[in-house]
């Protein structure tokens, strides 16, 4: 969909936004499915309405810690709104941002496919390298 990449292009423009999440109970975090498309995160990562001539969207992303959370919802809802206007020529009512968890410290890979260092990876993982790093040394 169309919508949903720019939705999630301009969503993670916005300073402090590590990336998209997903909607989806069973998706746990997107970092553990490497060979997962953009556009598929794009998608389980929105939820676009169409009522009475106006779009109403719904995204999910993840912020990094010590983001000032209501300024990085507030900014991304005016990017989205913006660049959606911008592109479609498509009224947009509402824009609604739901911040599914943070990042805490920044890794090297993003599984989002991009180069933004959003620290993506699953906890678990995080923690079972660290503690094999730890017996190493």
């Known amino acids: 969909n169309v919508i949903s990449t720019i939705v999630a292009t301009a969503a993670t423009e916005v300073p402090g936004v590590a ?3 997903s909607f989806e109970p069973n998706f746990k975090n997107i970092s553990t499915i490497k060979n997962i498309l953009n556009r ?7 939820s676009i309405r169409f009522n ?10 993840k912020v990094f810690f010590g983001s000032n959370l209501k300024e990085v919802a ?16 498509l009224v947009v009512a509402n824009v ?3 911040i599914a968890g943070l990042f805490i410290e ?9 180069e933004c260092n959003c620290g993506c990876k699953d906890a678990d993982e ?3 390298e660290l503690k094999q790093e730890e017996e190493k040394e």
């Open 19 to 21: 990336c998209m999440a």
């Open 40 to 46: 598929d995160i794009a998608q389980k990562s929105t």
């Open 52 to 61: 009475e001539g106006a779009l109403s969207v719904d995204l999910c992303i």
């Open 74 to 89: 507030h900014k991304v809802q005016e990017n989205v709104k913006e660049a959606i206007q911008n592109m479609t020529n």
């Open 96 to 98: 609604n941002v739901t």
């Open 106 to 114: 920044k890794d090297d890979e993003c599984a989002c496919g991009k």
């Open 126 to 128: 995080d923690a079972a």
